[in-house]
């Protein structure tokens, strides 16, 4: 039996029709599952910043001293505060005191943070002193651009290898928790520490640690 050129044709076209039409339109569970998928994650997304919303304004309710930043910057040191002072306990290490005498909340008193030697170093720790990491004359936290900052945090070597003969690591700081934290979040920490009071050593209680010296970095970064 002699089949028609244009039966054929005509068989081959909406063979190819057929086929297109089963890759470009998806099933109909598939395409409903994609929108619910893109749905959570828009929640997830709205749950997330909701939640960095809240931290922000505690952390501008909690941080114990005036802060001074660019408006840009307001998001980061509100968060930056909130890590610091809610989550971090920098000040229990990096402050010497760390509360006003009679204001310490371990005695069962009120607490209130030291703001004259806040965050200026002079804890010992057996031959170990925590550092200032207020902002030096250039604004920078313990003397260290952001790069700097956040690879101490990373590797836990110690810019100023003030220990040697006991490890070119900081002791007593705990930079493997820091040093999983997101770089959003570690830029929230360096930013807030620009924005608290410069302390010169000799300007908190006379046992601070020298301020870290800057470093040299190829990077302009600030």
């Given at each position: ?44 997304d ?12 505690i ?10 930043f660019k408006?840009?910057?307001?998001d ?7 890590i ?11 402050t ?19 703001k ?69 979040d ?37």
């Amino acid at each position: 039996m002699k089949v028609s050129r244009a039966f054929v044709s005509t068989v081959s076209l909406l063979a190819v029709l057929l086929v297109v039409s089963l890759v470009a339109v998806p099933p109909v569970h598939v395409a409903a599952q994609s929108r619910a998928d893109a749905s959570k994650q828009h929640d997830r997304d709205d749950q997330s910043s909701e939640r960095e919303s809240r931290e922000i304004a505690i952390g501008f309710r909690i941080a114990p001293v005036r802060l001074t930043f660019k408006a840009e910057d307001r998001d980061l040191v509100g968060l930056g505060s909130y890590i610091v002072n809610a989550q971090g306990a920098c000040n229990d290490c990096h402050t010497n005191p760390s509360f006003v005498p009679g204001r310490d909340p371990f005695q069962g008193q009120p607490e209130k943070i030291n703001k004259k030697g806040y965050l200026a170093g002079g804890q010992s720790f057996g031959p170990f002193v925590s550092r200032n990491i207020t902002p030096d004359e250039k604004g920078r936290p313990a003397g260290l651009t952001f790069v700097q900052f956040e690879h101490v945090l990373r590797t836990g070597i110690d810019p100023q290898q003030q220990h040697p003969q006991i490890s070119p690591f900081l002791q007593v700081m705990p930079w493997p928790v820091y040093g999983k934290m997101t770089r959003h979040d570690l830029r929230a920490i360096y930013t807030y520490l620009k924005a608290i009071p410069s302390i010169a050593s000799d300007e908190s209680d006379g046992s601070s640690a020298p301020s870290a010296p800057a470093l040299s970095d190829p990077s302009s970064e600030p």
